[in-house]
């Protein structure tokens, strides 16, 4: 079976890894089809899809990258055209739903953008075999899911996988017994079944006057090498205290794990530099759902290396769901 595979320049190394993994299989080959992102002089997007006809009849897999609100728009205009090239199936895979923390309204004039980006992407048009799919991967509300209309059909997946396998070959790498650490309780109620066998250990935040501290809810890290996991972080503020207050309990060692390292304004590079005390990450994992964010990271004093950052590729979980 052929599949086309069309995503945004940010997407284009995740789409050839994709499409070169995809090329040793047998059943399925998933072929690059090419996008020319231009603009006009008034910088609207000039849209081109060179030798279209082939897609006619095809199933078609997207590769978006919605990190930057001005980038939505031209990539809207290419999956609302698809359908209408005569494409059989449309993919829509969203790695990161960036709106997913402005999902509630709990004062009067606030918006949830989270919605509205849920409608424009649910008026893809329909495909010669029915609704678009859009995947998304670790959604950070999941009721969302239901913020998307009839004419889509959202599937909600995990890269948690991507952290278990490789704690399994980590485990192999220290000394110290492996410990799961949830931020807060929306982390644990959403991840916890995930990590059977190992010990667990829950945060929370405290307020105290004007302040909110993070303390240890219920668990005991005492002699394990912690790794606290998360779908998101955004300044890093709430999973470095985190950290601080594990290596104050007793943690031997604390690692970290984000599907999403959004991290905008550059505030991953916190976790770069050295902590004076000591209290440092011994490894912090991250996907590759935010391109432009992990490509800072790597690209940042390079002499210097890239500090406790990994990436764990979504490749092969977007192998599994496109096979």
Not at 217 to 234: C, F, M, N, Q
Request: glycine share 6%; proline share 7%; hydrophobic share 40%.
């Amino acid at each position: 079976m052929i599949k086309y595979l069309l995503a945004y320049r940010e997407m284009g190394e995740l789409a050839k890894a994709l499409g070169e993994s995809m090329a040793t299989q047998d059943s399925t080959t998933l072929v690059p089809k090419h996008i020319e992102w231009n603009r006009f002089e008034n910088n609207y997007p000039n849209l081109f899809i060179p030798k279209v006809e082939e897609i006619d009849g095809s199933d078609v897999v997207f590769l978006a990258n919605l990190e930057k609100p001005e980038t939505i728009f031209e990539q809207l205009a290419i999956i609302h055209a698809l359908p209408r090239y005569g494409v059989r199936s449309l993919t829509i895979v969203l790695p990161y739903f960036p709106t997913g923390t402005m999902e509630r309204v709990d004062n009067e004039g606030q918006v949830a953008t989270a919605m509205t980006l849920a409608r424009l992407l649910s008026a893809t048009p329909l495909t010669m075999n029915g609704p678009a799919r859009i995947v998304i991967f670790d959604i950070h509300a999941l009721p969302e899911r239901f913020y998307f209309g009839d004419a889509v059909i959202p599937q909600l997946v995990s890269a948690i996988p991507l952290l278990k396998s490789r704690l399994v070959k980590f485990a192999e790498e220290t000394d110290d017994p492996l410990a799961i650490c949830f931020p807060d309780e929306g982390a644990r109620k959403r991840f916890g079944n995930m990590f059977p066998g190992y010990p667990q250990i829950i945060c929370d935040k405290i307020r105290d006057g004007n302040s909110r501290n993070v303390v240890i809810k219920e668990g005991d890290p005492r002699g394990y090498h912690v790794v606290i996991v998360d779908d998101l972080v955004i300044s890093g503020g709430t999973t470095n205290e985190c950290k601080k207050v594990l290596f104050a309990n007793g943690a031997a060692a604390v690692s970290a794990y984000v599907t999403h390292p959004a991290f905008p304004q550059k505030s991953w590079k916190r976790f770069i530099e050295r902590d004076p005390e000591g209290l440092n990450f011994s490894n912090f994992w991250i996907t590759d759902s935010c391109p432009n964010t992990v490509s800072e990271i790597f690209s940042y004093n390079k002499h210097q290396g890239h500090g406790p950052f990994e990436v764990l590729s979504l490749v092969d979980p977007l192998l599994e769901m496109l096979s």
